[in-house]
């Protein structure tokens, strides 16, 4: 089992370019996360997903969309990058019904020039 | 609003060295708290967690005691070793939201020299 896996690794943008930040699961964990870690700022949440199908906002969505594909895939999309959004960003997943531990991706790196 | 504040790092200490992180929190009720681990060029991954007043959670040598009467969880070890060198993020989630979202602290390098 892979557990959770992210794409790219690294990545860097121009001003004003669009990514797609890719993180699938094999855990069959309903919840899924994503997370952008800035230095002496830890963990803040973007948007989550609480089921297929569903998608809400974080601690921080502005200048993000994200997609729930299936129960596997949850996208992030940055439409138009801006220097603001470098940063590390993190999948992470959580079964429901039971049980609080949070699964994470190896993360994005992403740069904005 | 729920929050966790933690000690400003880096934590520097030679091996073998006794380890605290100091993290308390603000929640409404009684959260579950955790510890989670980064070690470089990888994802955050569970540490140990305890989920009401007085538990400890324990896990490769580091312990932390849920205390509702000062409102912490500080991280400890008796003997660190260079393998630890990381940083640890304290979190907490509150219990009967409706949905499972952790809050973060802003993380604590450790960093043990031989």
């Known amino acids: 089992n892979a557990g959770v896996t992210q794409t790219p690794k690294f990545q860097v943008l121009k001003t004003g370019q669009s990514m797609t930040l890719q993180c699938a699961q094999d855990?069959?964990?309903?919840?899924m996360y994503w997370y952008r870690q800035d230095p002496g700022m830890g963990l803040r949440l973007i948007y989550y997903s609480a089921s297929e199908g569903t998608t809400d906002k974080g601690e921080v969505p502005n200048g993000y969309n994200v997609s729930r594909l299936n129960k596997r895939e949850f996208s992030l999309r940055l439409e138009s990058a801006a220097p603001s959004q470098t940063s590390v960003y993190f999948c992470a997943t959580m079964p429901s019904g039971g049980g609080d531990t949070q699964y994470f991706g190896p993360g994005t790196r992403l740069t904005v020039l | 609003g729920n929050s966790v504040t933690q000690m400003e790092g880096p934590v520097t200490l030679s091996e073998e060295a006794f380890l605290t992180i100091n993290c308390t929190y603000t929640a409404t009720g009684y959260p579950s708290l955790f510890w989670y681990v980064q070690y470089p060029g990888e994802g955050l991954q569970l540490l140990l967690k305890a989920t009401k007043a007085d538990d400890k959670g324990s896990n490769k040598g580091f312990e932390a005691t849920y205390r509702k009467e000062t409102t912490s969880f500080h991280l400890e070890k008796g003997s660190v070793q260079v393998s630890d060198s990381a940083v640890y993020f304290c979190a907490l989630r509150r219990k009967n939201t409706g949905f499972q979202k952790l809050v973060f602290g802003t993380g604590t390098r450790l960093l043990v020299s031989p």
């Open positions: 855990m069959n964990h309903n919840s």
